[in-house]
Each structure stands twice: as C-alpha cells, then as structure tokens.
C-alpha cells in the first residue's frame, strides 16, 4: 500500500470524522449543515466519455418485412446499382444476419442461395452458417432440435463440419432462450458424433443449468457425460456447484463436494474455499468460517485478500468483533491491507453490539491510513448511528453523504426517517426524501411508501400519547 505522504495525513486529521467524534452541544438542521467544514468528504468522481471506436459491419438493408420476395429484390437492387461489389464477406453476412432476424429458418435458406446464385464472388463460410445456426437455437417454443440438426446438416454438406465452437455457439443460444434440456441434448448428441464440448462449454452449460435447474438435473448431467463419452468434470466444474449449494445455504452437500473433488484427484483452491466460508457466513457461523480458514492453512493453501474479508466478515457478522479485528494485523504481516470491504464489515459488527461511536472512530482510523471509504461504508454507519440513537451524529454523516453526492440505501434510509420523526423533526425527514428521490437512491414508490409508513407510524404514536418533540 506504501507510506502515506505526511500531507495526506495533515488532511486526514481534518477528515470529517474527526468533527463526528467531537461532542456537539445542538443539532443543526439538515439543510444549515456547514458542509465546508468537511474537506475531506468523497466527491462526486467525473464520468469519463467512453467511445467506442470499433469497426462494425452495418447491414446496408433493413429488412422489415420477413417475405423472401421483398428480401431478394431489396438484394437484387443492391447487387445491380453497385459496380463494384464489397468482397469482404462479412458484408454478406451482415445481411444475412439481418433478414435472419425477421424471417423464418427455411427461408434464410432461400435466400442464402439466392445470394450465391445472383452474386458467384460471395463464397459463404463458417461464419455465415453459423448465423443459420443462431437463428435455428432462437426459438423459445420449439418443441424439438429439428431445425438446430438441419443447420448442422448444411454445414456438413457445405464442407464445413460442426466444431467446438460451432457447439459453444448453439449451447449459449439454447440456454439464452431457456432451451437447457435441448441444449444437453445438443451436447451428447455432438459428442457421439466426435464433437465433444471443450471445457469452457461444458462448464459454461453446468453454470447455467445450476442456476435454472434442479441439482440433480445437474448432477444427472454430469454422469451421464462421465459414463456416455469419458468427459470429466475439472475444479472449475465443482466450484460453480459448490458455490451454488453455498448461496442455496446447503453446506452439507458443499461439504460432500469438498470431498468428492479431493476423490477426483484435485485440490482444493483459495477460490474454493473462500466460496464455502462464504457460505457459513450466509448463516452466521463465524465459528465454522473461522474452521475453513484454519483447514486452509493446514492444508498449504495460502489465504488472499478475500480470504480474510470473508473471515473477519463473518466474525463480525457472528458478534466475535474482537476476534475479527485481530486479523487485520495478521493479514497485514501476509501482505494483505484492508480495504473498504474490511473496515465496513468491521464497522457492521460494532454496530450491531451498540458501538457506533467505536465504528465512527474505526472510519477516523481507516482514512488516516488511506483507505478511502465507500457509500456502503457511510450508509452502514449512518444506520447504525440512528439505531444508537445518536442523531446528531448521523445528522452531520448524512451532511457528509449529501456533499459527496452519496445514495443512500434501503435500510439506512428508513431507519434515519424513523430516527428523524421519533424526534419531532419531520420537515428533516421530508428533505431527506426530497434527497433520496433527486440523487437517485431508490425508486420514487420505494422512497414515498417508506415515509408514508414512517409518518403513519407518528401518527399512531401521537394519538396513543407517546411525547414526541423536537430536540
């Protein structure tokens, strides 16, 4: 991270933080906030004007209309008014690919021919039958690969033999259109044929069949490739079904995977088991994160940067925060410093056991040591300010967010509207939705019906007698 510049830290002591620590004797409204006072505060970063400077083939027809009549005069008349002809044949496959896009699959064959025939020099290849096999995966409701196997058969007799990524090409289509069981079928039949999917395929499809299928459509999959054609899954294959079993909450079956990946001859990674100590921390057991992370090193597995997020994450998130600040230190000596993922799990933790004021101190310590933080930071700690009922703290925070041009989340916005009408100061809370709205932070309906609850709740709370008035 390198040594931090004495005047970066003369700045840092002026950091708004340091003015959150002090003990104000009143509260300011919302829209007095002296904002100058926070030299420091995150400004607004410039949106830089990314243009695109790539060659692209533009098709020189629109085809609007899908009748092979209108699609070959449109060609004819191009084909007679040009004297000269672009050779480049992906000028043909543009419009191909254009008529495609409206027509049927039949018909792109037609008119596919009748490019060839009306002009000789065009000499389709791969590309151009792969478009043919693009539109013929398309189909959501197609009850069958009729049409899928008809483009494969044109390439074959054309000279051009289906590849992998012929196969890689139909795989993504299939599964774009919600099509995985005639993707796997694709695939086996392929493999048959001595065309089997290469690895980035195979796993591809396991991705997408974990996140739309069963497990055991999953696992069904993968014996069947195993026992039909000898294809193997590799670790790339279990992580992604482990990673899915992790965020699904089902640790068991991570754990047989665990073992049945050590079975298959390979070791398990970094990126494995940060994947299971996720996992645990999805149910906060920091006990059983802090397990894994001692397994890895038992077993010669060096931890990264998100190894010891993961862990201090998951500490804290299971109210062992002194445990977890203990591995800032250790993953400094491993030569990983924190970042804003760190210091914001920490702060997360110290807050839910009532020590927002120890987290705003944290904050002073994370930007002394050059860490800049995030809205996911600041939004955290305003949360937990109003939870600790420090408002006049998370008053000056938000002051700190709204100069920085910072959107507030969810959560931490309801719980500073509540904060703000719990103490009478409901023309506050009005301009903190007014803010929510403008800059964006939630949708208009998500940021009215929380104030709408939150003023229904005052209401009710006046009318049972509860003493609510301004500070």
């Not at 005639?182 to 396991?206: G, M, Q, R, W």
């Not at 699904?248 to 047989?256: D, G, V």
């Not at 109210?319 to 600040?325: D, F, L, N, T």
Request: net charge positive; proline share 6%.
């Amino acid at each position: 991270m390198g040594k931090i510049p004495p005047g970066f830290r003369r700045a840092a002591s002026q950091s708004p933080v340091n003015t959150l620590l002090k003990n104000d004797v009143s509260s300011p409204p919302l829209q007095q906030i002296p904002l100058k006072t926070y030299p420091n505060s995150p400004k607004k970063k410039p949106i830089k004007n990314n243009v695109s400077t790539s060659n692209t083939h533009t098709p020189p027809i629109s085809f609007d209309s899908p009748k092979l009549s209108d699609a070959k005069s449109l060609f004819n008349s191009l084909v007679s008014t040009n004297k000269n002809p672009p050779s480049d044949p992906r000028f043909y496959n543009s419009i191909l690919e254009s008529f495609s896009s409206v027509s049927s699959m039949q018909d792109s064959i037609f008119f596919l021919n009748h490019m060839m025939k009306k002009h000789p020099p065009f000499s389709p290849g791969r590309s151009t039958y792969h478009i043919l096999l693009v539109q013929s995966c398309r189909a959501p409701d197609e009850p069958s690969l009729l049409n899928v196997q008809q483009a494969l058969n044109l390439m074959t007799t054309n000279g051009y033999p289906p590849n992998q990524v012929s196969a890689d090409i139909a795989v993504r289509t299939l599964c774009a259109c919600g099509r995985e069981e005639h993707a796997i079928e694709l695939i086996k039949e392929l493999s048959a044929k001595n065309c089997p999917p290469d690895t980035y395929t195979y796993n591809f499809l396991v991705r997408h069949l974990v996140k739309n299928r069963s497990l055991s459509t999953v696992n069904c999959f993968i014996k069947d490739m195993r026992e039909g054609f000898n294809i193997k899954p590799d670790l790339v294959t279990y992580t992604i079904i482990i990673d899915n079993v992790c965020n699904s909450k089902n640790l068991r079956e991570a754990t047989r995977l665990l073992g049945v990946l050590r079975e298959e001859g390979y070791k398990p990674d970094c990126y494995v088991y940060n994947t299971i100590m996720k996992g645990y921390c999805m149910l906060s057991q920091g006990g059983e994160v802090l397990g894994v992370y001692k397994k890895m090193q038992d077993e010669g597995v060096k931890p990264d940067l998100v190894t010891y997020n993961t862990l201090i994450y998951g500490l804290s998130k299971s109210g062992r925060v002194k445990e977890a600040k203990k591995y800032l230190e250790v993953m400094a000596e491993m030569g990983h410093f924190a970042d804003a993922v760190t210091y914001t799990s920490l702060m997360n933790g110290m807050c839910r056991e009532g020590d927002a004021l120890g987290a705003l101190a944290l904050l002073e310590k994370m930007e002394m040591k050059g860490c800049e933080p995030n809205s996911c930071t600041y939004n955290t700690l305003l949360h937990g300010l109003c939870k600790s009922r420090l408002l006049d703290k998370a008053i000056e925070l938000y002051g700190v967010m709204k100069n920085g041009d910072m959107k507030l989340e969810t959560g931490s916005y309801g719980t500073f509207l509540r904060a703000l009408c719990r103490n009478g100061r409901v023309a506050d809370a009005y301009e903190v939705f007014d803010y929510a709205v403008e800059s964006k932070s939630l949708t208009d309906v998500t940021a009215y019906s929380t104030l709408e609850s939150t003023l229904k709740w005052l209401k009710k709370a006046r009318e049972q007698g509860f003493v609510i008035s301004p500070e």
